[in-house]
């Protein structure tokens, strides 16, 4: 079975850090590129970073020197290390990829920071 579940969501002040995890099942992991999406209340879904390869990585311009996109293949889970966190960067966060033309999303996870 096929599943991406996240964590690591909760409450963060202004200017404070969150680690999010991904664990990925019923995929060869190290052949998958993933990436993190978001959705802030009232907004669609926004692309926020991702990882074509274990050794290249893409940032939206509004996070770019703050988040960090890792993985550990052997875990098959994705990491989304979030510093400096500011009210903007409230929202749902999810993994995703894509598998023979099909993508696969998790539930996501609730990050509210306040100013």
């Known amino acids: 079975q096929i599943q991406l579940v996240e964590s690591g969501g909760g409450l963060a002040q202004s200017g404070e850090d969150l680690r999010l995890s991904c664990v990925v099942s019923g995929f060869l992991f190290s052949d998958l590129e993933m990436n993190w999406y978001r959705q802030a209340p009232g907004k669609g879904r926004e692309w926020v970073a991702g990882?074509?390869?274990?050794?290249?990585?893409m940032y939206a311009q509004s996070v770019k020197g703050r988040f960090t996109i890792s993985r550990h293949n052997a875990q098959s889970t994705l990491y989304l290390q979030m510093n400096n966190l500011q009210p903007a960067d409230t929202g749902v966060y999810y993994c995703?990829?894509?598998?023979?033309?099909?993508?696969?999303w998790g539930r996501g996870t609730l990050v509210i920071v306040s100013s």
């Open positions: 990882m074509p390869s274990e050794s290249n990585t």
């Open positions: 995703t990829t894509r598998y023979r033309g099909t993508a696969y």
